[in-house]
């Protein structure tokens, strides 16, 4: 009798005593723990993209020369570029990143608050690997979307009143060029032969160059559950500048061949 009354008396005291462990308890979570006891602190995958800068068979490196098929040498001393709007397909249903952000846009002398995707990206040399925002969904995909540079809407943010470090901030390097203008989409500083001399050129792509350009992939693109999403970007600077004419100096002609060569130059890949 009394052992019974002992062992009721214990189990009474360690369950009094038992604390549930937290942790996250969705498979679909980076942190899934199937040992937890209670549900909490889930993190979720991310949509990554690794962007791959190259020239045709040469890692691209800033401030470096290269040759075209014409035989004319020049330098590529940098390269920046707005993406946004992110979108795959699985069996023709499109999935978003999750993540929104509030800023603060301005039209003639109007200012209000709009909501965002907030997939923005300013790709440069560096960082390698950007992250595009939270992605739930997980499977196979076939089409991945962007956009290349910004949305109207976007276009009209007010840069100083973005958070800190947010790509449509003001940057060094003049990639806003005011209410009327906008921002700069693409700008690639270029020096058109190999003479230290020789000063550079800065090559400034708005909406006005380039329209609203939508970049297409399809293939086979796959998510796996509790995991993030990893997609690598190759750009290939070879055939972006493919046809450009260095010794002329005419950057107007220039420009136009940039812009008719965007779309070959982008692949995506895992």
């Not at 196979?140 to 100083?160: C, H, M, Y």
């Not at 009327?180 to 400034?204: C, F, H, I, K, S």
Request: hydrophobic share 40%; net charge negative.
């Amino acid at each position: 009798m009394r052992s019974i009354i002992f062992a009721s008396v214990l189990s009474i005291l360690l369950a009094s005593c038992f604390e549930p462990r937290e942790a996250c308890l969705d498979i679909a979570a980076t942190n899934f723990d199937a040992s937890a006891d209670k549900d909490c602190c889930c993190i979720y995958p991310k949509l990554t993209l690794t962007v791959n800068q190259v020239y045709d068979t040469l890692l691209y490196k800033s401030d470096s020369l290269y040759l075209t098929d014409q035989g004319q040498i020049f330098r590529l001393k940098n390269v920046a570029f707005y993406l946004s709007d992110f979108e795959l397909t699985q069996l023709g249903t499109p999935f978003t990143v999750s993540d929104t952000l509030t800023l603060l846009t301005r039209e003639g002398t109007d200012t209000s608050a709009q909501l965002f995707a907030n997939d923005f990206l300013l790709i440069r040399r560096s960082p390698v690997t950007y992250t595009v925002g939270t992605f739930r969904q997980d499977g196979n995909f076939e089409t991945v979307k962007f956009r290349f540079g910004l949305s109207d809407d976007a276009q009209k943010t007010i840069p100083a009143k973005t958070p800190a470090n947010h790509p449509l901030g003001l940057q060094p390097d003049g990639l806003w060029q005011g209410y009327d203008e906008g921002y700069v989409w693409l700008q690639a500083v270029v020096v058109r032969d190999e003479m230290n001399t020789t000063p550079a050129d800065t090559l400034r792509f708005t909406k006005a160059d380039l329209g609203q350009v939508a970049l297409n992939f399809n293939g086979t693109f796959v998510h796996p559950t509790g995991y993030d999403f990893p997609l690598i970007l190759t750009v290939d600077y070879k055939k972006l500048f493919d046809g450009v004419n260095w010794s002329q100096g005419d950057i107007s002609s220039w420009k136009s061949q940039i812009v008719s060569n965007i779309g070959a130059s982008f692949s995506v890949s895992q």
